[in-house]
C-alpha cells in the first residue's frame, strides 16, 4: 500500500522545538517534492514548507521562515520539518504529501495525496 506516514507531534511548551517525520511507505519519496501543511481547527490548511524531488529548491512560508526547517534523509526514505521557537498559533494537525515545490505565487498549489497527520499543540 502506497502511503505517507507522519509522526513526530506532541506537546511541547513555547521556544520549544519538534521534528516532524514524513516516511513514504510502499514507494521512494526522493522522485517526489514534499510539502508539509497544517490545518488548525476551524482554519483552512495551509501550506508550511516544501522541498523539491532534487533537493535544490526549499520554500517556505512567512510564518515559519527562520524557524522550521525542511529537508530529505534519503536513506531513511523521510523527509522531515524541524520546527523551533514553537508558538501557540502553530497548533495544528500537520500533514505531508508529494507534489511539486515551486516558488511564489503559488509555492503549495500541485500538491495531492496528504497523509493521516500528525497533532502539534504549543501551550504553556
Known amino acids: 500500500q502506497v502511503q505517507l506516514v507522519e509522526s513526530g507531534g506532541g506537546l511541547v511548551q513555547p521556544g520549544g522545538s519538534l521534528r516532524l517525520s514524513c516516511v513514504g511507505s510502499?514507494?521512494?519519496?526522493?522522485?517526489?517534492?514534499i510539502g508539509w501543511f497544517r490545518q488548525a481547527p476551524g482554519a483552512e490548511r495551509e501550506g508550511v514548507a516544501c522541498i523539491s524531488s532534487s533537493d535544490r529548491f526549499t520554500y517556505y512560508d512567512d510564518s515559519v521562515k527562520g524557524r522550521f526547517t525542511i529537508y530529505r534523509d534519503t536513506d531513511k526514505n523521510t523527509v522531515y520539518l524541524q520546527m523551533n521557537d514553537l508558538k501557540p498559533e502553530d497548533t495544528a494537525v500537520y500533514s505531508c504529501a508529494t507534489g511539486a515545490c515551486n516558488g511564489p505565487p503559488a509555492p503549495f498549489a500541485f500538491f495531492g495525496s496528504w497523509g493521516q497527520g500528525t497533532q502539534v499543540t504549543v501551550s504553556p
Open positions: 510502499g514507494f521512494t519519496l526522493d522522485y517526489y517534492g
